[in-house]
C-alpha cells in the first residue's frame, strides 16, 4: 500500500503510552514542513526518507565504554591496529574505484544513448521530416524517464532526487532508512542514466554523490543486508563511527567523478555535507578523491582512441581556457559585483519558487505510485516538446567562414546546429537546446564567440532552464541540482556580457562562467568548494581573485533572503539536522527546564528482574536507559543510606539482546567478567537489534534477574541541569551524541541521579518553542 507522503504523525505513542491526534494533511498550509515537526520533546521523529514517511532514529557515533569493549581494547595487539589501518585504507582506495568505474559507465552510457538518439533526430531533420523527428525525440525521452521514473517508484523510492540532503543529514548522526543499500544504487546508477540521457533538466553529479555514498556503506557493512558477508576482519567496521567516515570518503569521490576535481570533491565533503572533520579523515578522502582521478584519466585516454563510440572527449569536463589568454582590469570589478548580486538575488528567488514546487508535488505524489509516474511523464513531454519546438523561432545565422569547426551540423555535438536552416546557416538556440546537457554548458561557456548567440536566443534559453529548473526537480527520478543551476547561471551571464559589450573586456565565455558560480553560490551558499571545482573545471588560475569576489557576493546576498537549497530541502523533510550555531534566546533556557518538560525518566537497576525489562520495552520507545545502583547493592562511602549513584547508560538494543540470548541468573548477583565474554562477543553488541516483538519470555523467566553492569556505557555524557540549552547544543553536536544525560547540582537523599534524558529531537529549536511558547518573542539572529 502506498505511504502517505503527507503528515502522518498519528498512531505514535508517547512514553506513557497515550496516542497523539493524527494531524489533517489538508490544514498544512505551505509555509509548513512537509511532516510537521512533533510538539512534544516526548515524541517519535518521523521524517520524508525518498518517498515515504519513516520513523527517524539518531546514530551512535560515541564510543560505548562497557567492560566488553574495555576488554577488547586492552587485548588488542599491535598487528590487529596495524590491520585496522591498512583497511581504513584499503577501503578509500576501492571507494575510488568503484566509483570512478561507475561514473565512467554512466557518462559512456548517457553520451552514447542520446548521441544515437539525436543523430537519428539529425536524420530526419536532414530529410525535412520534421514531425516525425519530434514524434523519435519525444518518444525516445518518454521511454527513458519511464524506465527511472518505475524504477525509483517500485524499487527503491530513496533513489530519487541527489540524496545530496539525505547525506547531510547521516553524517549529522540522522539514521535515514534505506538510504545506503545496493537497490538505492542500482536503481540510481539505472535511472540516472535514463533521466540524463532523456534531455530532462537535470543532473548526474547530485546522483553521483550519493552512488559514492552507497559503495562506501556497502563495503563496510561488506555488502547488502540480506547477503552480508560475514568476514572476522569487518567486524572492525560495524559501528556507526567508521560507516560515518567511509561514507564522507564516498560524498567526496562523487563530487570528483562528476566534475573530474579531487581538491574540490574533498572541499565539498568540509563544507557541505560533513559535520565532524579531522586531518585523517582529510587524507583518507583526498586518496579516494585521486584514485578517481586516475581512473577518469585512464578512461579519457582510451576514449581519445575511439574506443567509446559516440563518447569522444564528452561528459567528463565541461570547460577547458587553459589555452585562452584571459585579461581584467580594476573597471570589471563593477560587472562583476553586479553579477554577484544578480546571482544572490536570483539564487535565493530559485530556492523560494522551487520549495513551492516541491510542496506541490508532494500532494501529487501522495495520490499513489501511478500519480508519481505520470508527473515525470508530463515534465518529460513538455521538456522534449520545448527543446524541439523552440528552435524554430530563432532566425538562422551565416556560418563564419573563418572558424575551422565544421558549420553547419546536425550531429550529436557541435556549436553550429543547422536545424532547420538552409545549408552555409546554422540555428543558434538550436546548437543550445537540442543536444545532451554537457555540450550545451560546453557551448554557452565557449571563448571568442561574441556574435555566435543572439540575445533574443539567450532570452529563449534562460527563460526556458529557469521553468524547466523548477518543475524537473522533484519528479521521482534521480536528479542533480549542479547542472540545472549551472545552464541557468550561464545564460544570464552571457546575457550580461553581451549587454556590457564594449565597456568590459572580459570575455562572455568568462561571464558565461561566473554567471555559473554566482547562482549556485547564491542558491546552494557554497564558496571555497565552487571556486576550487570552478577552477579545476576551466584549468586556468587567472579566474581565481574574480571567482571569489563572485561567489562572496552571491553568497551573502542569497543568506539575507533563505537558507541555501538543502537546508530548505531537510526542513521540508522534516530531518532533525542540528544547525552548528544555537539560536540567541536559547541561552535563557536551562537543560533542567527541558527535562522537567518532558516524561519522567525511566531507570532501570544495576542488577534487574527480567519482568522489568520487558515492560519498559514494551511501554516506551526509547532507545536508552539510565542503570542506577543503590547504595545497599554498591555501598559508597559517606552516602546515606537509601541514595543511589549513575552507574552508566544501557541502550535497548543491549537489552533485546540479553533476552535473546536468555542471559539470566536465578539469584540477584553480580557477575564474573568470563561469564559476560562467553556469552557477548564484543562485535555482537555493534549491530542494532531493537526488534523485540519476536522474543517470548516465559513466566518463570520474568522471575529472572539480569546484570546489567558488563553492558552498560560508564562513561556517558553529562551536563549539570543549570547548563544553558545553547551550550548543551555544542556539546551534543560537536561530540555526535545520541543521548546526553542532565544530573541535579546537588543530590539529596532518595532522589534520583539523573534529571533528564536529552536527545536530538528535544534540542531542534521548532520543538522547544512548541514546549515555551513564551520563548518566540526573544527570537532573533545565530548566535557566535
Known amino acids: 500500500m502506498e505511504e502517505e507522503l503527507y503528515n502522518q504523525i498519528g498512531n505514535n505513542s508517547n512514553p506513557n503510552g497515550e496516542e497523539e491526534e493524527e494531524g489533517d494533511p489538508e490544514s498544512n498550509t505551505l509555509n509548513q514542513p512537509l511532516v510537521k515537526a512533533n510538539r512534544t520533546l516526548s515524541s517519535i521523529p518521523l521524517a520524508l526518507v525518498g518517498t515515504k514517511v519513516s520513523h527517524i532514529e539518531s546514530l551512535d557515533y560515541e564510543i560505548n565504554e562497557n567492560d566488553l569493549f574495555k576488554h577488547d581494547w586492552r587485548k588488542r595487539s599491535q598487528a590487529q591496529v596495524l590491520q585496522y589501518i591498512f583497511l581504513k585504507w584499503t577501503f578509500a582506495c576501492l571507494i575510488g574505484l568503484f566509483t570512478g568505474l561507475i561514473a565512467t559507465l554512466i557518462n559512456l552510457a548517457v553520451e552514447n544513448i542520446a548521441g544515437y538518439k539525436l543523430l537519428a533526430v539529425g536524420h530526419f531533420l536532414d530529410q525535412g521530416r520534421y ?4 514524434m523519435l525525440f519525444a518518444g525516445a525521452n518518454l521511454g527513458l524517464t519511464l524506465v527511472a521514473s518505475v524504477l525509483c517508484v517500485c524499487f527503491a523510492p530513496t533513489a530519487a532526487g541527489p540524496g545530496i540532503p539525505e547525506i547531510k543529514a547521516y553524517l549529522n548522526g540522522v539514521d535515514t532508512p534505506n538510504m545506503f543499500g545496493a537497490t538505492t544504487m542500482i536503481v540510481k546508477i ?3 542514466i535514463g533521466a540524463v540521457a532523456a534531455g530532462l533538466d537535470l543532473g548526474k553529479e ?38 560515518r567516515d567511509l561514507i564522507t570518503c564516498g560524498s567526496a569521490a562523487g563530487v570528483c567523478a562528476a566534475f573530474r576535481s579531487p581538491v574540490g570533491g574533498v572541499l565539498f565533503a568540509l563544507e557541505e555535507v560533513a559535520t565532524w572533520w579531522r586531518s585523517a579523515l582529510l587524507w583518507r578522502t583526498f586518496f579516494s578523491a585521486a584514485v578517481v582521478v586516475v581512473v577518469l584519466r585512464e578512461f579519457i585516454e582510451i576514449c581519445n582512441s575511439g574506443k567509446c563510440g559516440l563518447f569522444g572527449s564528452g561528459g567528463l569536463i565541461m570547460f577547458d581556457v587553459s589555452h585562452v589568454t584571459y585579461t581584467y582590469h580594476v573597471t570589471d570589478i563593477i560587472p562583476i559585483t553586479l553579477i554577484g548580486v544578480i546571482g544572490g538575488i536570483l539564487g535565493s528567488l530559485y530556492n523560494h519558487l522551487l520549495h513551492k514546487v516541491l510542496r506541490l508535488y508532494n500532494l501529487i505524489n501522495a495520490k499513489g505510485k501511478i500519480h508519481k509516474v505520470l508527473l515525470s511523464l508530463s515534465v518529460s513531454l513538455f521538456t522534449s516538446v520545448c527543446l524541439y519546438g523552440l528552435p524554430f523561432l530563432a532566425k538562422c545565422k551565416p556560418c563564419d567562414p573563418s572558424i575551422e569547426e565544421r558549420c553547419p551540423t546536425n550531429g550529436r555535438s557541435g556549436n553550429f546546429k543547422q536545424f532547420h536552416c538552409p545549408k552555409g546557416y546554422y540555428s543558434d538556440l538550436a546548437t543550445l537546446l537540442l543536444t545532451t546537457n554537457d555540450d550545451a554548458v560546453r557551448n554557452i561557456f565557449s571563448s571568442n564567440t561574441p556574435n555566435e548567440f543572439s540575445m533574443f536566443s539567450l532570452w529563449i534559453f534562460f527563460v526556458l532552464y529557469c521553468i524547466l529548473g523548477l518543475i524537473t526537480f522533484g519528479i521521482a527520478t534521480p536528479s542533480g541540482l549542479f547542472l540545472p543551476i549551472i545552464l541557468m547561471g550561464s545564460a544570464y551571464g552571457r546575457m550580461l556580457g553581451a549587454a556590457m559589450g564594449s565597456y568590459t573586456s572580459i570575455d562572455q565565455g568568462l561571464f558565461a562562467v561566473l554567471g555559473a558560480a554566482s547562482l549556485m553560490a547564491g542558491s546552494m551558499r557554497m564558496t571555497v568548494s565552487l571556486c576550487v571545482i570552478f577552477l579545476e573545471l576551466t584549468n586556468n588560475l587567472l579566474l581565481l581573485p574574480i571567482t571569489m569576489i563572485v561567489l562572496l557576493i552571491a553568497k551573502t546576498v542569497g543568506d539575507s533572503f533563505n537558507p541555501s537549497i538543502y537546508d530548505i530541502i531537510l526542513h521540508l523533510k522534516g530531518l532533525p539536522f542540528l544547525e552548528a550555531n544555537p539560536e540567541p534566546w536559547m541561552r535563557n533556557l536551562s537543560v533542567g527546564e527541558l527535562g522537567v518538560a518532558k516524561p519522567p525518566v525511566v531507570t532501570l537497576q544495576g542488577v534487574e528482574k527480567v519482568a522489568k525489562i520487558v515492560e519498559v520495552l514494551r511501554n516506551t520507545t526509547h532507545n536508552a536507559f539510565p542503570v542506577l545502583d543503590e547504595a545497599e547493592v554498591v555501598p559508597q562511602v559517606g552516602v546515606a543510606s537509601g541514595a543511589t549513584e549513575l552507574h552508566g547508560l544501557i541502550l535497548r538494543a543491549h537489552l533485546v539482546k540479553v533476552l535473546k540470548k536468555r542471559w539470566f541468573l536465578t539469584e540477584k548477583r553480580r557477575t564474573e567478567e568470563w561469564e559476560v565474554r562467553e556469552k557477548f562477543p564484543w562485535d555482537e553488541l555493534a549491530e542494532r537489534e531493537d526488534n523485540f516483538d519476536d522474543v517470548a519470555i516465559s513466566s518463570s523467566e520474568m522471575e529472572m534477574y539480569v546484570d546489567l553492569h558488563p553492558l552498560t556505557n560508564t562513561t556517558p555524557y553529562t551536563v549539570m541541569e543549570n547548563m544553558s540549552v545553547a551550550k548543551a547544543l555544542v556539546l551534543f553536536r560537536q561530540v555526535g551524541l545520541r543521548h546526553l544525560l542532565i544530573v541535579p547540582k546537588t543530590q539529596a537523599s532518595g532522589m534520583c541521579p539523573v534529571v533528564g534524558i536529552l536527545t536530538r529531537q528535544d534540542l531542534r529549536a521548532y520543538n522547544i518553542l512548541q514546549a515555551f511558547p513564551h520563548l518566540e518573542k526573544s527570537k532573533g539572529g545565530k548566535a557566535q
Open 206 to 243: 547530485g546522483p553521483l554523490v550519493h552512488i559514492g555514498s552507497c559503495i562506501a556503506s556497502l563495503l563496510g557493512q561488506g555488502g547488502p543486508d540480506n547477503h552480508r558477508i560475514k568476514w572476522r576482519w569487518l567486524r572492525y567496521f560495524n559501528n556507526d563511527r567508521d560507516r
Open 131 to 134: 514531425v516525425t523527428g519530434l
Open 190 to 192: 539505472v535511472g540516472s
